[in-house]
């Protein structure tokens, strides 16, 4: 999914970004959320911090309280987020300069008073063809929708009683696949291991593997008992040699 995170102090051109955004998203086949602000308030934040889908900001390099610069370098540095495109919009051109030159990776410094829309659209292209080219990620179609996961989000994956799809589930809720458990294994990396004919896991988001119960304790408090008697020996040894 595709998270868009917009700041403007203008009301006006905030209804005008949603509006071009949303046009825009009808070319692609692919899901998304638009999440607008007029200021960098708290739960602006807490946009920031989430880590569940891959995010395109617009901000505005100047608002009552704070600045785009100051935000775009709390997403890089503090928050090591390197990985989320940062577009910069703004009227005041004289920014533009320190802008490009902070060295914090931003796409684009687009001017409100020179063929904004224009060029907002070609920068959100080539932001979203960021979003297509990722690695490391399951890209999959479900009910029509492309989905891209993130592997290192993804937990484990379990085939979903009397049915032919799979579950996948991840560090920000669940999702569905219709794959076999074999064909959704060759599309993923050396990271994951299948642990029963009906599961796959994450070997970073192991925490502990339980002998006697036959149970995988996974760091974010999950757990599964599928694990298949030939791949007893190799989880414990897995969890001994990295713990």
Do not use: P
């Amino acid at each position: 999914m595709i998270k868009f995170i917009i700041c403007d102090d203008n009301e006006n051109f905030l209804i005008k970004e949603k509006k071009l955004i949303n046009n825009l998203m009808m070319n692609y086949d692919t899901d998304y959320k638009i999440k607008d602000f007029s200021d960098y308030t708290q739960e602006f934040n807490e946009e920031m911090e989430d880590e569940s889908s891959f995010k395109i900001y617009l901000l505005d390099i100047q608002t009552d309280t704070s600045s785009g610069l100051d935000i775009a370098r709390r997403i890089r540095e503090e928050l090591d987020d390197w990985t989320s495109i940062i577009i910069m919009i703004t009227a005041f051109n004289e920014f533009r300069y320190e802008a490009l030159g902070t060295r914090l990776y931003l796409l684009d410094f687009i001017s409100k008073l020179n063929e904004c829309e224009d060029n907002l659209k070609e920068t959100l292209r080539i932001a979203i063809k960021h979003y297509d080219n990722r690695r490391k990620s399951l890209k999959y179609e479900y009910n029509y929708i492309m989905k891209n996961i993130e592997y290192r989000h993804i937990v484990y994956i379990e085939k979903e009683l009397d049915s032919k799809r799979c579950i996948i589930k991840t560090t920000y809720g669940e999702q569905f696949i219709n794959k076999s458990l074999n064909d959704i294994f060759k599309m993923l990396d050396k990271r994951f291991v299948k642990t029963s004919r009906s599961c796959i896991a994450n070997t970073d988001f192991i925490e502990e593997f339980n002998v006697s119960e036959n149970k995988i304790s996974f760091k974010n408090g999950d757990c599964t008992y599928l694990v298949s008697r030939s791949m007893k020996k190799e989880l414990k040894e897995y969890v001994k040699s990295n713990h």
